[in-house]
């Protein structure tokens, strides 16, 4: 379905704990010419959220990344990662199913 790289793995849990939620969320809105965005939230509490509505990933230390279920279908089979580097640190969804034919949302782009 989906991996987690250690790297995001721990990532996932400090932003749980740091945060003091139950699960951080995944969610895609729209797309264009870049591909899928994605949108990074907090779900405070087990509560809070509609189980019909996400897939959940367990970390090994109680973090969860909860996936909207109509997120998944773009990312089913990729790799979450978490990456460091000169100018800042974050998410890195690494899919190997995406092509740059596939990536843009409008068809109007020219290369």
Known sequence: MLNL???????IDEICKKNDSYALSLNIS????SGPK??????????DMDEDDYECLE???GGVLAIGIFCLANIIGSTVDFKHDTFGSQFVIDNPQASPSKSGGCGSCKG
Do not use: V
């Open 5 to 11: 790289t250690e790297a995001a793995k721990t990532r």
């Open 30 to 33: 729209g797309g264009g010419c």
């Open 38 to 47: 994605f949108d990074w939230g907090l779900i405070k509490s087990k509560e």
């Open 59 to 61: 970390t090994d230390n």
